[in-house]
């Protein structure tokens, strides 16, 4: 599986997108109808009317139609800025995107100091019980679980699915789906933490590491908070990387960079976890 993380435009999404959504649940039609109603691009206001041309029966769910597809695309993954005519589209956000399990490696990496990252089969153990009981506190950790939190009032898994997959129970406070969204106050907290993070992983690897020194240590620190554009060339391989220890490092700098610039720009986040080889960047060519 893949993970594609982007950010996304909260009150986009608050006032325009999961209204529709709840709508389209029920049934397609009004949903489809609400969007329609507040968006001022040509491209997408297209594709919804072709859908409405062409009759859709029942609700979102199950609706595997390309131009529904395509559409959603854009919803979260394009920038939308309000206009007096509506909304608009100001440009494609610029995200990240990996392999789901390494990238999930990572985030547990900076979030939970009891993660057994250098030993293979104790970190494979501790992903299968995470998977299977997140723990909300691990935000970034959790929304690669594709959990909700909060719990959207519409069953996020009946809007958009990829590999199928989704629990929906209101009253219990779970969703999970194969996508899921943070807001702006979660995703500006995880900003504030993520220097002491990244700090505290380099501690712990260096304390694994001795009695050998990582003379590279504050160097890598520096890119991972955005104060160099290039990592270092490591003389010792961080233990829990491994033989691809200058790439994780780039991978733990580009999750990092993602956060701090939706922090600083105020937005939230979404992660689209997919099938191999089927990321939603290429979802919008299945026609």
């Not at 990572?106 to 104790?122: G, I, S, V």
């Not at 960079?257 to 089927?278: D, F, H, L």
Request: proline share 6%.
């Amino acid at each position: 599986m893949d993970v594609v993380l982007r950010p996304v435009n909260d009150s986009f999404l608050k006032k325009v997108v999961f209204p529709a959504f709840e709508l389209g649940v029920v049934d397609a039609t009004p949903g489809l109808e609400f969007l329609l109603k507040h968006l001022n691009d040509e491209a997408t206001r297209v594709l919804l009317e072709m859908l409405l041309e062409h009759a859709v029966d029942g609700s979102f769910f199950g609706l595997t139609d390309h131009r529904w597809s395509e559409a959603v695309y854009r919803l979260l993954f394009f920038e939308w800025l309000p206009d007096s005519d509506g909304w608009i589209i100001a440009n494609q956000y610029m995200g990240y995107a990996g392999p789901w399990t390494e990238t999930f490696h990572l985030a547990l990496m900076l979030e939970d100091p009891q993660y057994p990252y250098a030993d293979d089969e104790q970190a494979d153990q501790f992903r299968r019980g995470f998977w299977s009981a997140p723990r909300l506190k691990l935000g970034l950790s959790t929304l690669l679980t594709g959990t909700w939190d909060p719990v959207p009032n519409f069953p996020p898994d009946q809007v958009l699915t990829v590999e199928g997959a989704g629990v929906y129970d209101l009253k219990a406070g779970v969703a999970r789906a194969d996508w899921a969204w943070r807001p702006k106050t979660a995703v500006g907290e995880w900003a504030a933490r993520m220097p002491s993070a990244l700090s505290g992983l380099l501690d712990r690897e260096s304390r694994r590491l001795r009695p050998i020194s990582a003379p590279e240590k504050h160097d890598v620190l520096d890119f991972w908070l955005g104060r160099t554009s290039e990592p270092p060339l490591l003389a010792v391989s961080f233990s829990g990387l491994g033989s691809r220890a200058n790439e994780w490092i780039r991978e733990i700098g580009a999750l990092a960079r993602v956060v701090r610039k939706a922090a600083n720009a105020q937005q939230g986040v979404t992660a689209v976890i997919t099938r191999r080889g089927r990321t939603m960047d290429n979802l919008i060519d299945e026609r």
